[in-house]
């Protein structure tokens, strides 16, 4: 069978040439542009955000950028963040077109934008939750990163504006969401992209060693107290890890050191299912969840007004520890007697 060129890929439907072509008309007619992330972002979300506000301050537009709630510090560090805006500074920012990348619901950017409301809102991302709240909707629910579907766009635009500043922004979303090239989300396509981009400039030994494999102290501290509290449910199927405030202080570490946490708990042969309780206040318990089979786990999170994808979810359970444990538990169970 003959196969589409990477970037190629997302340009096979006259749809997907109509939604980017009204992309750049929107990008041609306005100044000020808002560019909005999720709470708490992970790589791909900060990538995506980023390669685009390059793009466009590369094209003399005024770009502001927002996130959530807390940042990691290492994505502080990356240079278009001069561009965040606080949650003050966003109040008395004015701008016309807002794009809102790896979002699958208003309510995960803090409902600062509303889909009823007449704000022109581009929404681009992978996840299947995607509720479509933009005036132009770019979601491709198979593909592994958002920064692909960015990628794609900066193709059909311009290949040309592909600098290396924003290679390494859409490099870093794809090995962030395909844990390194090992999750089950690794395919042609997202090796394919990964590829061009090294070709584009992107710096991939150097962000994987910075993003994905450079650690604080602290964290490690805390991954030892996670892991002495790891525990394995029904004959090795079920992992649940947990964090609670006296991890944090007794390590001095943050709640974003805990990124990459869950993977331990993957890797422990047998493993089928894995939650990574986060007790956080006053929301309650954050949760994490993993699938390592065809158990879908975004669907249980919708039940509670999480979501995500098939192997990996999230929720926020207004319970506390101990409640939130027994209701993943039983709905772990449940998940494998169905299957």
Known sequence: MKRIPAERAALSSEKDKKLFNGIISLIKQHKRFLLVAHVDPDGDCVGSMLAIAALLEGMGKLVGCYI???VSEKY??????????????????????????????VERIGNIISANDETIIVNIDHHPTNERFGSINFIKDKTAATTILVYYFLSFLDRGVITPEIADYLYLGIMMDTGGFRFRNTDEESLAVASELVGYGARASEIAREFFYMKKFRSLKLLSCVLANLQLFDNGRIAIMEL?????????AKVEDTEGFIDYAAAIEGVELVAFLREIVPEGVRVSLRSLNNLNVASFAEKYGGGGHKNAAGLVIDYDLDKSRDLIIQGFREMLLMS
Not at 244 to 252: A, F, I, V
């Open 244 to 252: 609670t405030k006296s991890m944090l202080e007794e390590s001095r």
């Open 68 to 70: 959530p709630g807390v």
């Open 76 to 105: 502080k560090k990356l240079p278009r963040m001069k561009l965040l805006l606080s949650q003050e500074e966003l109040k008395n920012y004015q701008y016309e077109v807002v794009f809102v990348v790896d979002t699958p619901t």
